[in-house]
């Protein structure tokens, strides 16, 4: 029995979610991001800005050059997080088989389920938009590359562009190839833009073009990558829905409106990334042994450092002192700075030995809990550790 999966794409997420704040937006050209004047992008744009011209990722500077009435509107991401919980929630209730791919997108395997397909769309559209007055798009497939570009065609054949697509796409069982064949060979997944660059020297201009290349061709020019490829072309994928992660690593950083030289801006800004790694880490029962700094100078090039630990830590205080030598490690004094990061790597459950040599440290921790509780029950800003 072939599988039915559905991938669920929240349309203009970060917009459609100012608009239910905010109903004087709707049909207007607005865009979600960062000041012109201080390097801002677009995160988001609504489907009337969509239509002049302006996408996600423009510098905001370039978009009002194209849209001079642009409304532009500050992110509020702890209320879209918020929201993108609640439309996970309202998944998770219908199939216990659900993978969040990002804030706004998610796939659902809804083989077991007695309706049929499209009724399950059309009914989980119509319940997310009249709860939350959020628009979705839809595609379902027998598998999730087909059931994704399938939502990403429903979306591009929106005839009002001003207006979300609303859009549901459903490819039938063994008509995946068929499907895919007329479509640009950048809609794969795994074709970038060197690949794509690739493909279009060999005269591979479709995914049917992929698809009527003999596999063994495809994989001596691009590898294992090649099957793969090929594979896709095919509407081939059998990856199962995955509906937890294994944490690799978490991570914080900021790029700065203006270049900053002075140390303690950066200093202070390194210690509230590290604090806010500290509290994930400590949220999720996890502790870190590499602690990784990324930074950024205004010419654009990028350093990444990283220190191994004696033992693993959930300590912010652990993790700034490491982030704060490897800054030092590789910038200059008064050297101006873009971007800064800190991650944590080498991510598992904590190891914890008391011994008669250690104690001062488990008094630190059980403090770092008591003070957690509390940011928890009244707020971050109820309680700070003291500073030097």
């Known amino acids: ?61 370039r978009a009002l050059q194209l849209c001079r009435n642009l409304i532009i509107v500050p992110g509020r991401h702890k209320l879209y997080g918020e929201c993108s919980e609640k439309v996970m929630t309202k ?32 009914d989980l559209q119509a319940d997310i938009k009249n709860e939350l007055q959020l628009p979705s798009s839809i595609g379902i497939a027998s598998n999730k590359l087909v059931a994704k570009i399938a939502t990403e065609v429903g979306k591009k054949s929106n005839k009002k562009r001003t207006e979300p697509p609303f859009a549901l796409t459903i490819v039938p069982y063994a008509d995946e190839a068929t499907f895919l064949a007329p479509l640009p060979a950048d809609m794969l997944w795994g074709v970038g833009p060197k690949t794509s660059a690739r493909l279009t020297q060999l005269g591979i201009h479709t995914i049917g073009d992929i698809a009527n290349w003999p596999e063994k061709e495809i994989v001596n020019l691009f590898g294992e990558n090649g099957r793969d490829l090929w594979r896709h072309a095919h509407g081939i994928d059998n990856r199962p829905i995955v509906t937890e992660y294994e944490t690799k690593s978490i991570s914080q950083e900021n790029t700065f409106n203006v270049d900053i030289r002075d140390d303690k801006t950066l200093e202070k800004t390194i210690r509230e990334q590290s604090k806010e790694i500290g509290r994930q880490l400590r949220k999720n029962d996890l502790a ?65 030995q008391l011994s008669l040599w250690n104690a001062g440290s488990e008094k630190s921790r059980k403090l770092q809990e008591v003070v957690d509780q509390l940011q928890k029950k009244y707020g971050r800003d109820i309680i700070h550790k003291g500073e030097s």
């Open 288 to 352: 870190g042994k590499t602690v990784k700094l990324k930074i950024r100078w205004p010419d654009f090039t990028t350093l990444t450092r990283q220190i191994t630990l004696p033992t693993s830590t959930d300590n912010d205080d652990e993790i700034f002192h490491a982030a704060i030598k490897l800054m030092k490690t590789v910038r200059k004094p008064n050297q101006a700075v873009r971007l800064v990061g800190v991650g944590v790597s080498g991510i598992g459950a904590p190891v914890r």
């Open 91 to 122: 998944l998770r209730d219908l199939t216990g088989l659900v993978e969040q791919i990002s804030i706004d997108e998610a796939f659902l395997d809804i083989s077991d389920m007695r309706e049929a397909p499209a009724r399950i769309a059309l």
């Open 1 to 61: 029995m072939p599988r039915i999966i559905l991938h669920l794409d929240l349309d203009a997420f970060f917009c459609s979610v100012e608009e239910t704040q905010n109903p004087d937006l709707r049909g207007k050209p607005f865009a979600v991001g960062g000041k012109p004047n201080e390097r801002g992008v677009v995160a988001s744009c609504s489907y009337a800005a969509r239509a002049i011209g302006i996408h996600s990722a423009m510098p905001m500077s």
